[in-house]
């Protein structure tokens, strides 16, 4: 939900540009997500079906979330007006592009909000997932991939307005190569907690970084953390085997979050002066249990009237979840998110199956990605994944993760870190 891979602008890279589809094994799966009964049952209009999300929404319901460009936002629907609202509560990414600062969070004369007209969705195999899919008109920069969001009871997912990015560095340090990224992947909840002594406790945690001004340079998260009721806590890097407290104390927030300061990054150390990026755990309420997604803002300044200068950019989005052990068939389902390669993404999982598809283009097999889970889990809570139609002992592994009927997928790809976040749909 956050993570990118770019369309082609002036100084991008065409090799950057998204290499694979994931897509479906079988149309017939997808229209899984719209429920539906076997021959025999009475056929009813969709009106008397079980709603996948609420019949309407207007301002006064507010999702907080992350971006995979490691942006806080709050985002707004009015299903009845058709309008969208996207407020920047943090962000590192730059208003306009040549500059580092002011950032789309500064709220000077109201511009950290964006707004624009909403339309109902209509691409989808049924009726049911169409209602609850919107479009943001004028959000995206590429007319041919719209910004859409996918409503769920206490959760939406998808993507946000993106950005055009480029720097020409400072004291030869902290360039950044011109990219656009049509839009970035967004996470958020109706519902957060930030009662430290509610969310304290042992959990595993896999993301997704990268670091505009290392050209770029895509970094995984693969950690376990302990986090205690007073806000301390210690990462545990799972490649290295190495613990270290990477930050301040988590601490609430007024807006429902909680935030750790001068915490690092992936990418050490950074591009120009000290540790100053942030973290935020943004902890929704979903199904009785706590969803945390932690992204990473990064910070950067040319300039001492703004105060020290510096560029530790890294940014993105990850998930957490509890290190206790999932059985095989609870977490059967249909599941909507967004790729850390711009991909609208559906998995349908059963059992100890899974098959990741996308939802605009049902009927194309030969974009299916189908995966085998195993369940035996040497680390409680993480459930190893490996593909299908894959040789024994080849091709990339993964780590699939669940709370809250959310789960967090990072895959090791020969192109490097491969993440999405998919949200329960049914």
């Known amino acids: 939900m956050q993570p990118h891979r770019l369309i082609q602008t002036p100084g991008s890279h065409p090799s950057r540009l998204p290499a694979r589809a994931l897509a479906v094994t079988a149309a017939a799966m997808l229209a899984a997500c719209g429920g539906g009964g076997g021959d025999d049952a009475p056929s009813r209009p969709s009106s008397a079906e079980t709603r996948l999300c609420p019949a309407s929404l207007d301002y006064s319901t507010t999702f907080t979330g992350g971006t995979g460009s490691g942006e806080l936002v709050k985002v707004q629907i009015d299903t009845t007006q058709k309008t969208w609202q996207v407020t920047f509560l943090d962000s590192s990414v730059p208003r306009q592009t040549g500059t580092v600062q002011p950032t789309r969070s500064d709220p000077t004369n109201g511009q950290n909000v964006m707004r624009g007209a909403l339309k109902a969705e209509t691409g989808l195999p049924t009726e049911k997932l169409n209602q609850c899919a919107f479009e943001l008109l004028g959000a995206s920069l590429d007319p041919n991939r719209p910004a859409k969001l996918f409503v769920g009871e206490g959760v939406v997912g998808g993507t946000i307005p993106g950005a055009r990015i480029q720097f020409n560095g400072v004291l030869?340090?902290?360039?950044?190569?011109?990219?656009?990224?049509?839009?970035?992947?967004?996470?958020?909840?109706?519902?957060?907690?930030?009662?430290?002594?509610?969310?304290?406790?042992?959990?595993?945690?896999?993301?997704?970084?990268?670091?505009?001004?290392?050209?770029?340079?895509?970094?995984?998260?693969?950690?376990?953390?302990?986090?205690?009721?007073?806000?301390?806590?210690?990462?545990?890097?799972?490649?290295?085997?190495?613990?270290?407290?990477?930050?301040?104390?988590?601490?609430?927030?007024?807006?429902?979050?909680?935030?750790?300061?001068?915490?690092?990054?992936?990418?050490?150390?950074?591009?120009?002066?000290?540790?100053?990026?942030?973290?935020?755990?943004?902890?929704?309420?979903?199904?009785?249990?706590?969803?945390?997604?932690?992204?990473?803002?990064?910070?950067?300044?040319?300039?001492?009237?703004?105060?020290?200068?510096?560029?530790?950019?890294?940014?993105?989005?990850?998930?957490?979840?509890?290190?206790?052990?999932?059985?095989?068939?609870?977490?059967?389902?249909?599941?909507?998110?967004?790729?850390?390669?711009?991909?609208?993404?559906?998995?349908?999982?059963?059992?100890?199956?899974?098959?990741?598809?996308?939802?605009?283009?049902?009927?194309?097999?030969?974009?299916?990605?189908?995966?085998?889970?195993?369940?035996?889990?040497?680390?409680?809570?993480?459930?190893?994944?490996?593909?299908?139609?894959?040789?024994?002992?080849?091709?990339?592994?993964?780590?699939?993760?669940?709370?809250?009927?959310?789960?967090?997928?990072?895959?090791?790809?020969?192109?490097?870190?491969?993440?999405?976040?998919?949200?329960?749909?049914?």
């Open 172 to 426: 030869g340090a902290g360039a950044v190569p011109d990219t656009t990224f049509p839009y970035f992947q967004f996470i958020g909840f109706a519902q957060t907690e930030n009662d430290l002594s509610k969310i304290a406790g042992q959990y595993n945690g896999s993301g997704f970084h990268e670091v505009p001004s290392k050209q770029f340079q895509m970094v995984a998260q693969d950690y376990r953390m302990s986090l205690a009721a007073d806000g301390s806590f210690t990462v545990c890097d799972n490649a290295s085997g190495t613990c270290e407290r990477k930050g301040n104390n988590f601490v609430p927030q007024a807006n429902g979050t909680l935030l750790s300061t001068n915490y690092k990054g992936e990418s050490q150390p950074p591009t120009l002066g000290n540790t100053l990026g942030k973290a935020y755990l943004i902890v929704g309420k979903l199904r009785g249990q706590l969803v945390p997604i932690m992204i990473r803002v990064g910070y950067a300044n040319d300039s001492l009237a703004n105060g020290p200068l510096g560029a530790d950019d890294e940014i993105g989005i990850g998930m957490m979840a509890p290190t206790v052990a999932v059985t095989e068939g609870t977490v059967n389902g249909e599941y909507v998110g967004v790729d850390s390669n711009f991909n609208y993404r559906v998995t349908a999982l059963v059992g100890a199956a899974a098959t990741m598809m996308d939802p605009f283009r049902p009927s194309d097999a030969s974009l299916a990605i189908p995966y085998k889970l195993d369940f035996s889990q040497m680390a409680p809570g993480v459930v190893r994944t490996t593909r299908r139609d894959a040789a024994a002992g080849t091709g990339p592994t993964g780590k699939l993760m669940f709370t809250g009927g959310v789960f967090g997928f990072l895959e090791a790809r020969d192109t490097g870190p491969y993440f999405t976040v998919g949200a329960f749909v049914q």
